[in-house]
């Protein structure tokens, strides 16, 4: 019997583990559908749903993505809003079985704060799937530097002067909203064990990668799939990224 698709969209591997936490996420939330055939999925921080909610939606589970960046929502709306999926800019007042919150608490102010507020909208038997980046691993070293020595900036002029000149359409992005918190596995932990959650597991996405390299070195579909596999293999503080579940402690 031919498996029923209830995703439409595939990811593409790429530097930050993309395809990787994708496929993870879906494996926690199709298992989960099992046993709740239905389900309720808040994303938190889900911006213009390119990178995380596009990969998730579907026709079988209510999809609420906020965000607090207002053009980033319309085109979420504009582009994914369905009778079962909406974008808004308004927090929900009611409890979910599956939270997201995916590259974000690296942007905040008082990422305990916000994991407060997720486990309190948390249902009983629900969890929170995320991920966030390894402050002081490969990938943000090379930002870092990027940024440190105007190299992005120097290498976006370059390839601006030799490419001929196309209209391309702006997709909105909080450009904003940088890293403002370097996580280590010891931090994370603190502020998860203070918000009465429990860490199901933590797996490692990728080695290494940011721009620059994910547009060189990176660049060949195989270097960026070997990077994301050979990190299954490396201790955990040395991943670029980590990919995470949490639960209520009850």
């Keep these: 019997m031919k498996k029923k698709r209830i995703y439409k969209y595939s990811p593409i591997e790429d530097c930050y583990a993309t395809k990787k936490k994708i496929y993870i996420f879906r494996d926690e939330i199709n298992n989960y559908r099992l046993r709740n055939k239905k389900i309720e999925i808040f ?6 749903a390119l990178d995380c909610a596009k990969y998730l939606i579907n026709k079988l589970d209510k999809y609420y993505g906020y965000d607090i960046h207002n053009e980033s929502i319309e085109f979420a709306n504009k582009n994914f809003r369905s009778k079962n999926i909406i974008f808004s800019n308004k927090l929900p007042k009611k409890k979910f079985d599956i939270i997201i919150i995916s590259e974000v608490l690296e942007h905040l102010d008082k990422p305990e704060q916000v994991l407060n507020l997720l486990q309190k909208n948390l249902k ?6 995320g991920s966030i980046p390894n402050g002081y691993g490969l990938t943000e070293i090379e930002k870092y530097l990027i940024h440190k020595f105007f190299i992005y900036k120097i290498a976006k002029f370059i390839y601006k002067f030799f490419k001929k000149k196309t209209s391309v359409k702006t997709i909105p992005f909080n450009h904003q909203s940088g890293h403002i918190q370097f996580f280590t596995l010891k931090k994370f932990r603190g502020i998860v064990f203070k918000n009465n959650l ?3 597991f933590i797996k490692n996405g990728s080695i290494f990668g940011a721009d620059l390299t994910g547009s060189t070195i ?4 195989i270097f960026k799939e070997l990077n994301t ?3 299954d293999y490396i201790p955990s ?14």
């Design 43 to 48: 994303d938190f921080g889900c911006g213009n």
């Design 218 to 221: 990176l660049k060949p579909n």
């Design 237 to 250: 503080f040395m991943s670029a990224t980590w990919i995470f579940k949490l639960q209520k402690d009850e």
């Design 229 to 231: 596999f050979l990190a």
């Design 198 to 200: 429990l860490i199901k």
């Design 124 to 129: 009983k038997n629900g969890f929170i799937l």
